[in-house]
Structures are given as C-alpha cells and as structure tokens.
C-alpha cells in the first residue's frame, strides 16, 4: 500500500508543481514575514522540519488574517521573533503523507489552527483540550517547537506547512473551500464558549464586537436558536447583524440604545480587541449570567473590571476562553459544512497584506480577508 501512496504523492506533487519531499529533509518553504514590529510585509524563504511518520505536508491554498496576527507582529502582547511569518486559519490540500499517517492522503483537503503540537499526554490533552497542555502547547507561529529542536514556527502565510496528522482537521471536498480557514481560529473561538455554555433555543446571547470572531459567534448563536444582540461601535454594519439574524443591533456609541439592557443575558461573548470597559456588560448578565471574554487587546489597551461591581452584581460569572480542543475543532466544522455556516470573507493577493492589515484596524473589513496563497510568486 505504502509505496502506491508514495507513487500517488509523487504525481500530485509533479502535477501541482511541488516535488515530494526527500524522508528526512527538511521542506523549503517561501512566505511573507515582518522583520520588525513596525515594517512591512516582505516575501521570506525558510525550512519547514522534516515529514516525519505522523506528520503531512499540506500545500497551502488560503490563510486568513485574525487580529491576533496583527496584536502578535507588532509586538502588543509583548516581544515576539523576527522575521514573522504569522497565520493561524490555514487550509490546503495534503501533498505527502509520512509512513505512520492514516487520517490524510494526498490530495485531501486539511486545516490548520492555531496549534501544531502539544505532549498528547497530560490531562488536559486526554481530555482533548490540547490549548491548555500542561507542558505547553506548541502554538502555529513565533512558538518554541520544542519536539523539532525548539525551533521557532512559522505560520500560514506561506505556501506550505508540515503538521502532524493529530492537529490537521479534515476537511470535506465538498467545503466552501475559499471560506473555510477562518473557521480554524475565528469559528472554534466562538463555537467552543458557546457549547461550553450549553446556548440553545430562546437564550438570550450578546455578542460584543462584530468583527472576524464575532460575526461567526452570531451565526453560531443564531444556529442554536438563540436570541442574538450584537454591541458594536459602527453604523455600517447594523444591517448585516440583521440579516445574519440578530434581532439587535446596539451601538455601544449611542447611549441611547444601552438603556433597558440590564439583567438580560444568560451569555455575552466579548470578541473587543481594544480598550472597552467590561462592567457594564456584566451589568446586562442576567442572575446567573456569564461574559466570557475572548478579545484580548494590546498589553497597554487592557481594560479591568471593578471587583466592588463584582460583589453587587453576585453571581454574574465572568471568565475567558482559548480558541478550543482539536476533537471540538474538528467537530465545529463538521457543524459548520453541515449547516453551511462560513465566515464573509475578502480573498485578496499577497500583495495586499499591509492594506489589508490597516483596514482591518481601522474597522474597513466585513467581516474577514483571505489570502489566495497562489498569488505569491
Ligand atoms: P476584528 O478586528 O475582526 O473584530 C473586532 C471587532 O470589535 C470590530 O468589529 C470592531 O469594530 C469591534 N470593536 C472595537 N472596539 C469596540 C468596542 N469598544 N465596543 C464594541 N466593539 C468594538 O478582530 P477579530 O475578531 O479577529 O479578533 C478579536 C479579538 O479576539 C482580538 O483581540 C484577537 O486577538 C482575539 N482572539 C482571541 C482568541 C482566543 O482564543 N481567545 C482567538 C482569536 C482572536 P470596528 O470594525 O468598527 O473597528
Ligand atoms: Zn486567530
């Protein structure tokens, strides 16, 4: 069987220009890199470690740009290693499948997240929450690779990644190929909180910040049955909160549109990657209620809560959540092809990545860009 998928790897690599990689040698790989927090994005060549026997190399097609990836290269969650090729919402198609590797062959589609690897061993791993790996999870890009030579990773702004098979998600050939990586962060950060708090028919769900994250924690929510209300600062995208079914838009600007909110929630999703000030959506929690904070501005933009507040609103919950576990990755978009939930997205080229970086800052995008990886020369 072995050597028929070798041959097999071999022909698709020849057809899609890629060569199979020799066993054992490290994979060359072309992307874009910042090679300082304040430059531009400019095309970088480096090495991918070698396939090993549970590994597959899948050949990029899209990446898409999360606000971590901006928080990350620009240094506002603390120093990070330069050059920098970030992307944690990846998918391709499998080229080279290592000996031991049963869930892949060549020609599958696959996504990658935000982890690559993680000791498969501790509890929380076990309990397939390998974001919380008590040795330390190895994360997609800027992280130590401990089991490659403490190698720092790279990300999915390239035109190829080498991953093991146990944190490559399965893909089906009938996905909405071009919209799909952004489930791989955006999507399981919103989807896993959600389950989590068990939301279904008829709760009452805030969704603060309606960005990359927080237009899918609506789709998510309104696929449930939930009644969804979405907290923003724009004009501009009251209408497509609407149509995604929210049955609320606030504009956070407006005092006007906060009054008669409070007691009102059993969960709010907080996806703000700025200053904000969380207490007065606690206030908004119903008895019991829950705001579960997923938006993680810049080191210097942090906002804190009032514990005097805490104390008279008792029993309103506040917590975080870290994207979520490969088993809950692979059956959020599983969930997510099933009932066509995708995220908007603007496929741009390569070339686009510093405007697009600007824009997205600037709150230009609905909701999320991708990049064509083809496009890179
Ligand atoms: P986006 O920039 O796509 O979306 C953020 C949204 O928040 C925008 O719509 C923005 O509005 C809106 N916003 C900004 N300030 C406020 C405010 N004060 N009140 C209400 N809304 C506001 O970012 P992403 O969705 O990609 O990421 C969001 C955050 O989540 C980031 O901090 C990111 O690092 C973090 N993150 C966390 C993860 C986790 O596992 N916990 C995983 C992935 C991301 P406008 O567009 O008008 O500016
Ligand atoms: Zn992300």
Known sequence: MKPIITLLSIALGLLSGHIAQAEGQPVPAKGYALFSEDGHFKPYEFERHAVGENDVLIEIMYAGICHSDIH???????????????????????????????????????????MVNACGECDNCKAGLEQFCEKGAVFTYGSKDKYHGNAITQGGYSNNIVVSEDFAIKVPEDAEIEKVAPLFCAGITTYSPLEYAHIGEGDKVGVAGFGGLGHMAVKYAVSKGADVTVFDITEEKRQDALDMGAVKYVNVRNPEELKGLQNNFKLILSTIPAHYDPTMYVRMLEMGGELVIVGLPANDQRPSIDIGSLVFMSRRKVSGSLIGGIPETQEMLDYSVAHGIYPEVEVIPVGQIDEAYRNVVDGEVKFRYVIDMSTMQ
Not at 97 to 106: A, C, E, M, R, S
């Open 72 to 114: 990350t290269v620009r240094s506002e969650w603390g120093p990070s290693h330069y050059p920098i090729v970030p992307g944690h919402e990846i998918v391709g198609r499998v080229t080279q499948v290592g000996d031991n590797v049963t869930k892949f062959k060549p020609g599958d589609y696959a996504g990658v997240g935000c």
